[in-house]
């Protein structure tokens, strides 16, 4: 979904958009997480002379795998949305193109909006790394692979980490 500037009328335009998460997943293309439907969004758009302002939320739910014991499970994300773009005048976007540094920087390209690619774009930074299912999630045991959530495995983890310390003992040791 695109909205072309010159669309955004003097008073603002409001979106509310339900998406069903195909689209978004598109453009992410090869990401550890599934978008489930519905992904929905308020945004509102509005332009000054030489910008655009997008503000509004968004909520999707994200399917991915837990980062301890490995189990997908679903989450919802809200997300704030609030970004500025610069809209750039073409002369000073040919002396642009000389420089790489302000690639990064908010500048429209073109005339056009993405809607899908700005609650990509903040829907990935939302998304947390390390994903746990829950706040206590114990994991999976390191030596025998069991979910520790479901039981506890005769593994001795715990004279694995003693093994450990008193080979760096026997180091120190050996040093003097
Ligand atoms: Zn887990
Ligand atoms: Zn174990």
Redo the contacts with the bound molecule.
Sequence with gaps: MKVDIADIPAHGLQLNITKDGDELQAIAGAVDFTMLPPVSANLSLSKTDGEVLIDGNMAAVIKQQ?A??L?QFEQVINSKIDIVYTIEPEHIKKEKELTNEDLSSNYLEGSEIDINAVLFEQLSLDIPMQP???PD?K?LCPKCGADL?QRKCSCPATEQIDQRFAKLKELKLNKK
Excluded: D
Aim: hydrophobic residues 10%; charged residues 30%.
């Design positions: 837990c301890r014991c189990k746990v299912c829950k999630c994991g959530n």
